[in-house]
């Protein structure tokens, strides 16, 4: 079946740290890939996405390259801010939504 | 623009007890949709609406939960007989289209705690 996997968090970072969120995947067919982001006491918001094997999405300088020949879609940053405190969670779609687990990022300043 | 309404923000019932959730979608969103999220865990989704015809409720457990989108704006869950294993939030989400690359936006939940 389809399924995300995703690191097991919280993840801890100072600030301007480099930030990789590992993603995997398993589906059927070819998935769209998705990274939403929840921010402390606020709804899901989608961060970036990508549709088909070898696109970049970004947003806010965040990162994730879907990898068909890895099945994964790694979110990454190069220097995190405190405001990027969140929880993160990769996301695929085939016929519908499957989201990974979730992953806690604190960034201390 | 308004963003996808959610009430109640907290639900504490006793296990057997009914609840029911609502959301307000934003205008004009043809679909809806409503997942739940148990703590340490991604949203499942639970049902998708789209106007007011239901699209996938393969992962709904319908011997106790029900949804309904009257009109196609508004919708209501609804838990009865709420079972401890429903604690959770439950998210309602929203989307222009239902093409699943588009974009969903969502509430910031209802948590419900089954005791």
């Known amino acids: 079946g389809n399924s995300v996997t995703q690191m097991e968090g919280p993840v801890t970072l100072s600030e301007e740290a480099f930030l990789t969120i590992n993603c995997t995947y398993t589906a059927t067919g070819y998935p769209s890939l998705f990274w939403y982001v929840q921010y402390p006491g606020e709804g899901l918001q989608l961060l970036l996405k990508?549709?088909?094997?070898?696109d970049k999405g970004s947003n806010k300088g965040f990162e994730a390259t879907y990898r068909k020949e890895t099945t994964s879609f790694h979110l990454e940053k190069g220097s995190v801010q405190v405001s990027d405190s969140a929880v993160y969670f990769c996301a695929l779609i085939v016929d519908k939504v499957i989201f990974g687990p979730g992953t806690s990022l604190s960034v201390i300043p | 623009e308004a963003g996808v309404a959610q009430s109640p923000r907290y639900k504490i019932i006793e296990k057997r007890q009914s609840v029911a959730f609502w959301c307000n979608p934003i205008?004009?969103?043809?679909?809806l949709y409503w997942y739940q999220q148990i703590l340490g865990q991604g949203p499942k989704l639970l049902i998708q609406?789209?106007?007011?015809?239901?699209?996938?409720d393969s992962q709904l457990p319908k011997d106790r939960f029900s949804a309904e989108r009257l009109k196609g704006v508004d919708s209501t869950l609804k838990i009865q007989p709420a079972k401890l294993e429903d604690s959770a939030v439950y998210l309602c989400?929203?989307?222009?289209?239902?093409?699943?690359?588009?974009?969903?936006?969502f509430g910031q939940g209802t948590r419900l705690t089954v005791v």
């Open positions: 205008s004009g969103h043809a679909t």
């Open positions: 989400a929203s989307s222009s289209s239902a093409n699943m690359n588009t974009e969903a936006f």
């Open positions: 990508a549709t088909k094997a070898d």
């Open positions: 609406f789209q106007n007011n015809g239901v699209v996938d």
